[in-house]
């Protein structure tokens, strides 16, 4: 990469970072410091303002980096992370948004505590949503170091780690600084950023091919070494059983992962009804759903363009392949277009994961606050206030995303996701539904879904060929592979169900019909909501 080319990535990088720092500045100075103020905004996002902040929390790195990556290298089966991302939104929509606007008020485990002893449910689901955040914070982490890498024209793992630990500073100062509100008009203007590059590449690789898809898709086929299967599924899933399995797998934590994240739940508090939450998530769907159309197009025009061969030699996971199409479609290395078309491709990105760094920052440090520390100092009485640990915790949440960043920096960002929502859809999604619609569901019931979903999915992944006996694993060079798949989700949802389920009818305590009908009312028509 050319000096002029560095500098004016590095010119837009900070750009963008001074005026995230000034929106943070400006809303720090207006804020009250109230925790309705600090984890919702205030509740005074419209649902508009709100579907651009969610489009932008869950356009992630792994979509804009990881997923055309995973396309330009294994073709059809790559664009399973895509419609798993964009389905998963129905599941939203239908089951979770306004039933959790309704219910809830910060997090959660609000929504599960409603009817339920309030401790163990508390210290269970925020232990859960913490877990969760961390997972996804290391696939932001990852992104960084591979886009900064890039920029700088150098591989050293020293400057990888300078950059996970710039990225890992800047959200902590986000949160803890300006809350809710700062993060949310980050989030939008990161939105407004992203779809715009991503339409401008989009053109750029249709014009490349005069419009003609089947030319694109066939170059790509051509170019990929493996001919026409590049097009049909099994190229990653499909050589043995083992691998269709892991493809069910993956589907299925994609599709029911996403209504478990606590970074999108923790969105729909941030607007002042039930109608505007499900408006929001009806914005967003219009959102994420036309940028993952055009993920396609940039990940077949990345192997069409650049080839397979040229993506993986930047990068072996193809986190950088959108970066180097963007260079190529401006003219090359040596061109000015291709310098300003990277700069500004390259910079989007770096946005992207700051803002989404900031989103689940805030919802973990909001998990640890709100339910950890208030139900474990309850019966002492709180020393500090929720907002102050929270601020707290934020820290320490990105000393360990950071930690785990460096650990996965040669996994591909998409594939780290995946892990996250399967994590989400074992031990969130169980206690969230049970809790919505089961009358029947206990304390018991509650505790063991999460611990049920949350325990087997670690520990599968732990003993996944994701941490050790094969050349990509986090641990090559040691072997205790005993589970074949690489995403667990395919065991550990149906065992938080189950869980939830045998916790329940083995518990004791009679389940109160009261409270289930007030919450039932309730999440059906938000009488009472906050």
């Not at 207006?30 to 005074?44: D, I």
């Not at 089951?95 to 929504?111: I, K």
């Not at 790509?220 to 097009?231: E, K």
């Not at 900031?358 to 339910?371: F, P, W």
Request: glycine content about 12%.
């Amino acid at each position: 990469m050319t000096a002029d080319h560095q500098t004016l990535a590095l010119l837009l990088f900070s750009g963008f970072v001074a005026v995230t720092l000034g929106i943070t500045t400006w809303v720090s100075r207006r804020r009250h410091g109230s925790a309705e103020e600090f984890y919702a905004g205030g509740r005074l996002f419209s649902p508009m303002e709100n579907g651009f902040a969610i489009a932008g929390d869950y356009m992630s790195a792994a979509s804009f980096l990881g997923v055309t990556g995973l396309i330009a290298l294994y073709g059809y089966d790559g664009m399973l992370y895509v419609v798993g991302f964009l389905v998963a939104w129905l599941v939203v929509l239908f089951l979770v948004a306004e039933l959790v606007r309704n219910c809830g008020r910060f997090t959660l485990a609000d929504v599960v505590a409603a009817r339920m002893s309030e401790r163990p449910v508390r210290i269970a689901a925020g232990t859960s949503s913490v877990t969760v955040s961390v997972l996804y914070l290391v696939a932001q982490m990852v992104g960084a170091g591979s886009l900064v890498a890039l920029l700088l024209g150098r591989t050293s793992r020293v400057d990888q780690a300078w950059a996970v630990i710039g990225v890992g500073a800047l959200m902590v100062i986000y949160v803890s600084v300006g809350g809710m509100r700062a993060t949310t008009w980050i989030q939008i203007v990161k939105a407004v950023l992203l779809l715009s590059g991503t339409i401008a590449l989009t053109v750029l690789v249709l014009l490349r091919f005069h419009g003609d898809v089947d030319r694109l898709l066939l170059t790509a086929a051509d170019r990929s070494g493996h001919g026409r299967a590049f097009l049909a599924p099994g190229l990653k899933y499909g050589g043995t059983w083992t691998a269709r399995i892991d493809f069910i797998s993956l589907g299925l934590a994609l599709v029911l992962g996403t209504a478990g994240l606590p970074h999108i739940l923790s969105r729909f508090f941030t607007v002042p009804t039930a109608r505007a939450a499900r408006r929001s998530a009806v914005w967003s769907i219009g959102l994420i759903g036309g940028f993952y159309l055009m993920t396609i197009v940039l990940g077949f025009g990345a192997a069409a363009v650049l080839g397979p061969q040229t993506v993986r030699g930047s990068n072996a996971a193809g986190n950088t392949a959108v970066p180097l199409l963007a260079l190529d479609l401006g003219g090359g290395a040596d061109s000015t277009g291709g310098t300003v078309l990277f700069s500004v491709v390259a910079a989007v990105a770096f946005a992207t994961i700051l803002a989404v760094v900031a989103g689940i920052t805030l919802a973990s440090s909001a998990s640890v606050a709100h339910d950890l520390y208030a139900s474990l100092r309850r019966s002492r009485g709180k020393v500090r206030s929720e907002v102050a640990v929270a601020r707290w915790a934020a820290v320490g949440i990105g000393v360990v995303a950071i930690a785990l960043g460096l650990l996965a920096r040669d996994l591909n960002v998409a594939f780290l996701v995946g892990l996250a929502f399967a994590v989400a859809a074992s031990a969130n999604l169980p206690v969230l539904l049970y809790s919505l619609f089961w009358r029947g569901f206990t304390t018991r019931g509650a505790v063991w879904a999460v611990y049920g979903g949350l325990i087997p999915a670690l520990g599968l992944v732990l003993l996944s060929p994701v941490v050790s006996g094969s050349p990509t694993s986090l641990f090559p060079d040691v072997d205790f592979q005993y589970f074949p798949l690489q995403n667990p989700g395919i065991v550990s949802v149906p065992l938080g169900f189950l869980a939830g389920w045998l916790g329940t009818v083995t518990s004791g305590e009679v389940p109160d019909e009261a409270k289930y009908a007030e919450t039932e009312v309730r999440s059906l028509t938000g009488a009472g909501a906050v």
